[in-house]
């Protein structure tokens, strides 16, 4: 996923210079145009303002009947110092903007190298949680210790470099689906508590599901039919300040016929076959 994003970065950067750089050639061009657009209009009005007679008679009667480029030369030839002083003010502003973009352009490198930078070091050193699923296992009444329903049970684990500050983890919800309806189950969405805590570095939390399943469902999962869906949503910092609030939501998949046990012992089911679901798994 770091490389991916690397990447990602990396080909950002190739096309903001390629626009940059188009920007630069076509703005350079405009300007260039009317730098000569500007002389030669400077040169005519002067020489068509110009007193009668003498050299600067010879190069057209008005304006509208001039010959260029053929006028232009008798024109620069006729106001050789005033020529000279225009080109040599036109190359000057060019040559003023051409280093203004230039180094317009180093500095805008040079910033997105410092940014690049700063994401690649975000990237290497944030934390990340990662949410695994740890199967179904019976749920014991409190009251007389009997397994009586089934519970799900996910480890969220800091797999990052930082410690994961403000964790806020949503219910964790489980549903039975049929097998019929599985592919096209959307799990609704959920908030996340209000209680934080903190998850250092390799560190792992258990939490189980906050539903138990009806009657009914426990006996669909009894019989070996359809899926169980266990999924939740989890919020976190991930050690920069700089950054927004960090999200992970999953939504795991486990298949009835894997379920083991008995009424007597309760019911489970193992991560085998488990798998992530079509929808709801989702992180930043």
Request: proline fraction near 4%.
């Amino acid at each position: 996923m770091i490389e991916v994003a690397r990447a990602r970065i990396a080909e950002a950067g190739q096309r903001v210079l390629a626009t940059m750089n188009r920007r630069r050639c076509i703005t350079g061009a405009v300007l260039f145009c009317s730098l000569v657009a500007v002389v030669i209009l400077l040169l005519a009005f002067a020489h068509s303002w110009a007193p009668s007679g003498g050299q600067a008679a010879r190069c057209y009667g008005d304006f509208l009947h001039a010959k260029y480029p053929m006028s232009l030369g008798c024109i620069m030839a006729a106001h050789e110092t005033l020529a000279g002083g225009l080109i040599a003010a036109a190359a000057a502003i060019f040559g003023a903007w051409l280093a203004f973009s230039g180094l317009k352009e180093q500095i805008a490198i040079l910033q997105r190298q410092i940014a690049m930078e700063q994401g690649n070091t975000i990237m290497l050193q944030r934390a990340y949680i990662s949410i695994e699923p740890l199967g179904i296992n019976p749920w014991h009444s409190p009251a007389t210790g009997v397994p009586c329903n089934v519970v799900g049970h996910v480890q969220c684990r800091n797999a990052g470099h930082l410690p994961a500050r403000n964790f806020r983890v949503s219910p964790i919800k489980m549903k039975w689906v049929a097998a019929d309806r599985i592919e096209d189950e959307v799990p609704t969405d959920v908030d996340v508590e209000r209680y934080e805590q903190a998850i250092p570095i390799q560190a792992m939390v258990t939490v189980g599901t906050s539903d138990l399943l009806s009657s009914e469902d426990l006996l669909h999962v009894s019989n070996r039919k359809g899926y169980l869906l266990v999924w939740g949503k989890a919020a976190y910092r991930d050690g920069f300040d700089t950054t927004p609030r960090r999200f992970i939501k999953f939504c795991h998949r486990y298949p009835c016929v894997d379920c083991t046990g008995d009424q007597e012992k309760g019911y489970t089911i193992g991560t085998k076959n488990v798998r992530y679901h079509n929808f709801g798994n989702k992180q930043d």
